[in-house]
């Protein structure tokens, strides 16, 4: 009996979770800015040559989360400063005054053109 309260009470969470770029749930979308391990490839330049094994590199990537805490993409941070730049001018002399689709913030502009070219 102690073991049916149990199991009523538990939730089990069955998507794919990244824990290395993946946040808590916030339930809006945000741009965090951190460091992230990836690993370069190891080319061959011939046949004869052995494999290389890739290189791993830490570097520092805005990650773009969406409602769900689930990183969409990263950027670099050179590209995050170019779209933030646009963003501002565009809503500084109001380009989508015309659109029926109100303007959101930063972050959930960024998400969806994330999501929208998303291969």
């Not at 951190?34 to 330049?45: A, E, H, S, T, Y």
Request: overall charge neutral.
């Amino acid at each position: 009996m102690q073991g049916q309260n149990i199991r009523d009470k538990a939730i089990f969470v069955t998507n794919t979770v990244n824990p290395q770029v993946d946040i808590q749930p916030a339930w809006n979308c945000e741009i965090w800015v951190r460091d992230v391990d990836l690993q370069k490839p190891g080319f061959i330049k011939d046949s004869e040559c052995k494999p290389k094994i890739p290189e791993h590199i830490t570097c520092q990537a805005a990650c773009a989360y969406d409602i769900h805490g689930k990183c969409t993409g990263m950027l670099s941070l050179e590209r995050l400063n170019i779209l933030l730049h646009a963003y501002n001018q565009t809503k500084r002399i109001d380009l989508r005054n015309t659109t029926q689709l109100p303007v959101q913030d930063a972050a959930t502009e960024i998400v969806g053109l994330l999501q929208r070219y998303k291969f």
